[in-house]
Nanobody, 123 residues
Framework: VQLQASGGGLVQAGGSLRLSCTASKRTFSNNAVGWFRQAPGKEREFVAAVGYWGGSTGYADSVKGRFAISRDHAKSMVYLQMNSLKPEDTAVYSC?????????????????WGQGTLVTVSS
């Protein structure tokens, strides 16, 4: 089972990036998918999640209104569109597949994790 996050990079404050998460259809089968991030010296934190059916989403307060999560079942992809980026958004972003189909913010309920992609926002 592999999840792969991509799309990170260096961007100026106020800019945008779109992260992508890909996995096998089996991995995303009936699963909610979430994005988490970990900044240097800080604990991992929840960023956003999308339910299996795509209609339900959840966001951390710190990114609400700036980030948007979506999924494409046909391509077995989940995306995180990040707008109005701030230096405090700098972190390694990872995607994970949850144990169930409903969104959750608690990493304990995610069973598959992929390697992250680094996002650096300069001021």
């Amino acid at each position: 089972v592999q999840l792969q996050a991509s799309g990170g990079g260096l961007v100026q404050a106020g800019g945008s990036l779109r992260l992508s998460c890909t996995a096998s259809k089996r991995t995303f089968s009936n699963n909610a998918v979430g994005w988490f991030r970990q900044a240097p010296g800080k604990e991992r934190e929840f960023v956003a999640a999308v339910g299996y059916w795509g209609g339900s989403t959840g966001y951390a307060d710190s990114v609400k209104g700036r980030f948007a999560i979506s999924r494409d079942h046909a391509k077995s992809m989940v995306y995180l569109q990040m707008n109005s980026l701030k230096p405090e958004d700098t972190a390694v972003y990872s995607c994970a597949a949850a144990r169930g189909s409903s969104i959750t913010r608690d990493p304990i309920y995610y069973k598959y994790w992929g390697q992250g992609t680094l996002v650096t926002v300069s001021s």
